[in-house]
């Protein structure tokens, strides 16, 4: 069958861009085939900087036909008396290109009308892809796009060439003035000559034999093979980094690995410093002893065959790199990390919110809160990682390398003679950065960091910076994930209500809404972070809702909440129990609050609720206590029977006064024993 070959040629499109660029060329091309009635196969994507090839297989040439059915006016209003078809039908049928005499009927909800059936013969394939595919290439999405020349289309890089064929001929279109045809183009540098294509077998072919790894996975383990090999010569490995990989990949179409090497005086440097100068900023793979530490070498990948020039470019320019940042870390370690400290009254955190000094003085204040609960042995280690978390910020390291905040003031307070604890708070304070990373190691760096993120929470919420939409700029949903992150992996027992409250004093005359206002919206935000959390847990989504609308007073205790709860929802007993539940929860009202008086229980039923209630009592309150969750949520089951019979043989909104409160009363205390562990009436029951 035949099959849609396409290459978009291009100068070199940045590697971030080629990945999702070519994601949505296949979906968007199965999406095309499928809503356009032309059977094919699943579109195969392949790239490298300089070019997007989709190939699809199997593509039907013609599209399929297709009878629409178009429904008219009531027949009632279609044909006269006499039976004939009035203008009504005579124009409906016109329009649908039809003789009066080929309408047919139809019931439909609103009656019997008169309904046209037009037969749509399918068009050639190739008809349709010369009307799609420049829209299509006009359509990739690219983070930035440009125009060059007097070309008026954008896109991410100029374009060369478009090579485009179905069933190994030419389609007819082009895009900004570039037709397509049947020609490639081989490397850029090694053989730039052009090539023809029939398809993509043949493609992959004269690829290869121009120097052109087209396909992604393939470049990839070809890189990976390379550096592994010369790591092993250099008697070390090179660490898994996928990141990485995956950004140099994109970077070559030809990859070949070249091992360069730098003075090993620069091994002095902090390892992080040398990892992220090779890493980040030159695109290299560092190789390593295999026991943490580094060597003094290094693999690059370059898009052309090996050579002395390519090898010694690159160690010149790391050099150059690692000189300066040897420069500025001997002239920071001229003074100890306090002496930076002032200088943080000259840099502004946020407008409304003072500079990073102000901050500075709010994160210690945080920081002596939360050392009381947490680790109160070290409130004075506390004290001065607060003091000292924000000093590199100010250093010439950081302000050249700003990925090494946090990191450079470890070191910093290392070599100024800090307690080797507060040294390490400040080195992991910024942790959890992002998704995926680890929360501080170290119960003061937890300290530390939860201080800092809850400062800028309420700082930020306080004058006005809520997040919304996909707006948040200042971070605070990633923030809010990292604290409650922290407090899973630290079983902190710590009020976050009262943390809030303690932190918005500390704000003084900074914050702008009332307290109560920042209170709710910092306690919304905590909610739905945690939510998406714990679905991401998979726990299921009404458990969750259920057991935060309680309140989110203890991080780790709601998580140990929402498993025990989420357990019981797997009993076979579940759904009646919730039934129950619920019609206690709703049934309640403003007369509920109140102690049962024995003495007004005149049902048997209610006798024996109140009997039942005062024997799980005191072991639901226990375990409560204990955080025994499960074993709470299990004995409080003992009572479902006694709360069915009640609702079946007992009246509770009776005329007696006395009476309706009393019940009420009865029943507010069954409800006590689960309102702090969950509120059924969130429950999503099964339909039916």
């Known amino acids: 069958m035949p099959e849609l070959f396409l290459e978009i040629g291009s100068e070199e499109i940045p590697s971030g861009y080629v990945q999702p660029a070519l994601e949505y060329m296949r979906e968007e091309l199965a999406s095309f085939f499928s809503r356009n009635r032309i059977k094919a196969g699943v579109p195969e994507i392949l790239g490298t900087p300089r070019r997007l090839v989709v190939s699809v297989k199997g593509v039907d040439a013609l599209q399929e036909d297709i009878v629409e059915l178009f429904h008219g006016p009531n027949i009632s209003v279609a044909y006269d008396d006499q039976g004939k078809p009035t203008k009504a039908a005579i124009g409906f049928a016109r329009g649908k290109g039809l003789d009066v005499s080929q309408l047919s009927r139809e019931k439909t909800p609103k009656g019997e009308v008169v309904c046209a059936r037009v037969e749509k013969k399918g068009r050639p394939t190739p008809d349709h892809l010369n009307e799609f595919l420049p829209i299509f290439i006009g359509n990739i999405p690219f983070a930035k796009?440009?125009?060059?020349?007097?070309?008026?289309?954008?896109?991410?890089?100029?374009?060369?060439?478009?090579?485009?064929?179905?069933?190994?001929?030419?389609?007819?279109?082009?895009?900004?003035?570039?037709?397509?045809?049947?020609?490639?183009?081989?490397?850029?540098?090694?053989?730039?000559?052009?090539?023809?294509?029939?398809?993509?077998?043949?493609?992959?072919?004269?690829?290869?034999?121009?120097?052109?790894?087209?396909?992604?996975?393939?470049?990839?383990?070809?890189?990976?093979?390379?550096?592994?090999?010369?790591?092993?010569?250099?008697?070390?490995?090179?660490?898994?980094?996928?990141?990485?990989?995956?950004?140099?990949?994109?970077?070559?179409?030809?990859?070949?690995?070249?091992?360069?090497?730098?003075?090993?005086?620069?091994?002095?440097?902090?390892?992080?410093?040398?990892?992220?100068?090779?890493?980040?900023?030159?695109?290299?793979?560092?190789?390593?002893?295999?026991?943490?530490?580094?060597?003094?070498?290094?693999?690059?990948?370059?898009?052309?065959?090996?050579?002395?020039?390519?090898?010694?470019?690159?160690?010149?320019?790391?050099?150059?790199?690692?000189?300066?940042?040897?420069?500025?870390?001997?002239?920071?370690?001229?003074?100890?990390?306090?002496?930076?400290?002032?200088?943080?009254?000259?840099?502004?955190?946020?407008?409304?919110?003072?500079?990073?000094?102000?901050?500075?003085?709010?994160?210690?204040?945080?920081?002596?809160?939360?050392?009381?609960?947490?680790?109160?042995?070290?409130?004075?280690?506390?004290?001065?990682?607060?003091?000292?978390?924000?000093?590199?910020?100010?250093?010439?390291?950081?302000?050249?390398?700003?990925?090494?905040?946090?990191?450079?003031?470890?070191?910093?307070?290392?070599?100024?003679?800090?307690?080797?604890?507060?040294?390490?708070?400040?080195?992991?304070?910024?942790?959890?950065?992002?998704?995926?990373?680890?929360?501080?190691?170290?119960?003061?760096?937890?300290v530390i960091a939860v201080a800092d993120k809850l400062d800028t929470i309420l700082g930020c919420i306080g004058v006005g910076l809520i997040p919304s939409g996909s707006e948040d700029p200042y971070g605070l949903r990633r923030n809010a994930l990292g604290i409650i992150q922290i407090f899973l992996h630290r079983g902190w027992q710590v009020s976050l209500d009262n943390l809030v409250e303690e932190g918005l004093r500390s704000m003084g005359s900074k914050i702008k809404l009332d307290p109560e206002t920042i209170k709710n919206h910092v306690m919304e935000l905590f909610s739905q972070r945690y939510k998406t959390y714990l679905d991401a847990e998979g726990f299921p989504y009404d458990a969750i809702d259920c057991v935060l609308s309680t309140g989110l007073d203890s991080i780790v205790d709601i998580r140990a909440k929402v498993s025990a709860f989420s357990e019981l929802k797997k009993q076979p007993y579940f759904e009646p129990l919730a039934i129950a539940f619920r019609r206690v929860v709703s049934i309640l009202n403003d007369e509920a609050e109140g102690e049962v008086d024995t003495g007004l229980l005149n049902e048997p039923a209610e006798k024996k609720l109140f009997e039942e209630y005062l024997k799980v009592?005191?072991?639901?309150?226990?375990?409560?206590?204990?955080?025994?969750?499960?074993?709470?949520?299990?004995?409080?089951?003992?009572?479902?029977?006694?709360?069915?019979?009640?609702?079946?043989?007992?009246?509770?909104?009776?005329?007696?006064?006395?009476?309706?409160?009393?019940?009420?009363?009865?029943?507010?205390q069954i409800s006590g024993l689960f309102s702090g562990l969950a509120d059924f009436s969130r429950i999503i029951l099964k339909k039916g």
Not at 632 to 641: R, S
């Open 145 to 446: 796009k440009m125009r060059w020349a007097d070309k008026t289309r954008p896109f991410a890089r100029p374009l060369h060439w478009i090579t485009a064929l179905f069933d190994g001929q030419p389609l007819g279109f082009s895009f900004d003035g570039i037709a397509c045809g049947d020609l490639s183009q081989g490397h850029r540098f090694l053989k730039p000559d052009k090539f023809q294509v029939k398809d993509l077998a043949s493609y992959l072919e004269k690829s290869a034999n121009h120097f052109l790894l087209v396909d992604p996975e393939v470049r990839k383990q070809k890189i990976l093979e390379q550096v592994q090999i010369l790591a092993q010569e250099a008697g070390g490995f090179v660490e898994e980094d996928p990141e990485l990989l995956n950004i140099v990949n994109y970077l070559v179409e030809f990859p070949v690995a070249i091992r360069g090497d730098f003075d090993p005086r620069f091994l002095e440097l902090p390892k992080e410093l040398l990892v992220m100068t090779m890493k980040h900023h030159q695109k290299y793979f560092p190789v390593s002893d295999g026991k943490g530490n580094l060597l003094p070498g290094f693999i690059t990948i370059s898009n052309m065959s090996a050579g002395h020039e390519i090898k010694n470019g690159n160690e010149r320019v790391l050099r150059a790199r690692l000189e300066d940042a040897r420069f500025f870390y001997n002239e920071d370690k001229k003074k100890n990390l306090d002496d930076f400290v002032e200088s943080l009254k000259g840099v502004v955190f946020q407008k409304k919110l003072g500079t990073l000094y102000e901050k500075m003085e709010r994160i210690c204040d945080l920081a002596r809160i939360l050392s009381t609960h947490a680790c109160p042995d070290k409130e004075p280690q506390a004290l001065r990682a607060g003091r000292l978390c924000k000093a590199d910020l100010v250093t010439l390291m950081v302000y050249e390398f700003p990925e090494l905040q946090g990191i450079m003031g470890g070191y910093y307070a290392t070599h100024s003679g800090e307690e080797p604890t507060v040294a390490q708070a400040i080195q992991e304070h910024y942790r959890p950065a992002f998704a995926g990373d680890d929360p501080p190691a170290s119960e003061l760096g937890a």
């Open 617 to 668: 009592r005191g072991p639901v309150f226990r375990h409560i206590q204990n955080k025994e969750f499960s074993q709470a949520l299990e004995k409080i089951v003992e009572i479902k029977p006694a709360v069915d019979r009640f609702f079946d043989e007992v009246m509770v909104m009776v005329d007696d006064v006395s009476l309706r409160k009393n019940r009420l009363h009865l029943l507010h």
